[in-house]
C-alpha cells in the first residue's frame, strides 16, 4: 500500500506561534485522518476529512486546529497558537478498503 | 467512556517462543479490531485486522483471535525472532466512526 507523504519531518516552533503541517495524500483515496502522539503515550484521533469536508472530530481537535485541503491535493492540518502540549507526533493517514489505516512518516512538533 | 488495555507495557521473550499479546476492552463494541507494529520514531503499520464475526486470522507467523463476549483479542507471534522487536498496539474501531487505539506493548525478543 504506498504510504502518504508528511512534511516537514520536524518542526519546532515557539508557544503561541502559528504552525502548517502538510500531507501529500494517496491519489483515489477519499478518506483522511490526522492522528497525534505524545511522546510515551498512546495515538490519539484528531479529526477525519471525507471528500473534502470533516467527517468527525475529537475532544482534543479545539478551535485552534483546522483542515484543509487548499488546492484541492495537499492536506493541511493547522495549529493557531501552539502551546507546549501541543508538542507530539503528528500523523496523517488514509485508510484501505477494511478501514485499516496507512500511517505516514509522521511530523515531530516541538512547542518551546 | 471506552478504554482498551493491553496486558503489559513491556514484555520479554526468549527467541523462537511464542509472543502472547492481549488487548482488552470495555464500554465499547466495535465491528473490527486492528493489530499494529511500531518502531521507535515510526508511525504504525498495519499488520491484520479482525471483524466482530471471525475468530481467528492468520498471516504468516501471525495470529489474531477476537472473542466479543470476554472483549478480548489477542496477538500471537510464533517462532518469535530478534526483528519481532517493537510495540504493538491494538486498535479498535466501527464503520463510519473513528479508531481508538490502545496504550501498547512493548516487545523484547531476546537471542
Known amino acids: 500500500e504506498p504510504e502518504v507523504t508528511q512534511t516537514p519531518s520536524h518542526q519546532v516552533t515557539q508557544m503561541g506561534q502559528e504552525v502548517i503541517l502538510r500531507c501529500v495524500p494517496i491519489s483515489n483515496h477519499l478518506y483522511f485522518y490526522w492522528y497525534r502522539q505524545i511522546l510515551g503515550q498512546k495515538v490519539e484521533f484528531l479529526v477525519s476529512f471525507y471528500n473534502n469536508e470533516i467527517s468527525e472530530k475529537s475532544e482534543i481537535f479545539d478551535d485552534q486546529f483546522s483542515v484543509e485541503r487548499p488546492d484541492g491535493s495537499n492536506f493541511t492540518l493547522k495549529i493557531r497558537s501552539t502551546k507546549l502540549e501541543d508538542s507530539a507526533m503528528y500523523f496523517c493517514?488514509?485508510?484501505?478498503?477494511?478501514?485499516?489505516?496507512?500511517f505516514g512518516p509522521g511530523t515531530r512538533l516541538t512547542v518551546t | 467512556s471506552q478504554k482498551i488495555e493491553q496486558n503489559s507495557e513491556a514484555l520479554n521473550i526468549q527467541e523462537g517462543k511464542t509472543a502472547t499479546l492481549t488487548c482488552n476492552y470495555t464500554n465499547y463494541s466495535p465491528a473490527y479490531l486492528q493489530w499494529y507494529r511500531q518502531d521507535p520514531g515510526r508511525g504504525p503499520v498495519f499488520l491484520l485486522l479482525?471483524?466482530?464475526?471471525?475468530k481467528e486470522k492468520r498471516k504468516e507467523r501471525l495470529k489474531v483471535t477476537f472473542d466479543t463476549t470476554l472483549k478480548q483479542s489477542l496477538f500471537h507471534i510464533t517462532a518469535s525472532q530478534p526483528a519481532d522487536s517493537a510495540t504493538y498496539l491494538c486498535a479498535l474501531g466501527d464503520y463510519g466512526q473513528n479508531f481508538v487505539f490502545g496504550p501498547g506493548t512493548r516487545l523484547s525478543v531476546l537471542p
Open positions: 493517514t488514509h485508510s484501505g478498503r477494511g478501514n485499516e489505516q496507512y
Open positions: 479482525i471483524r466482530e464475526n471471525e
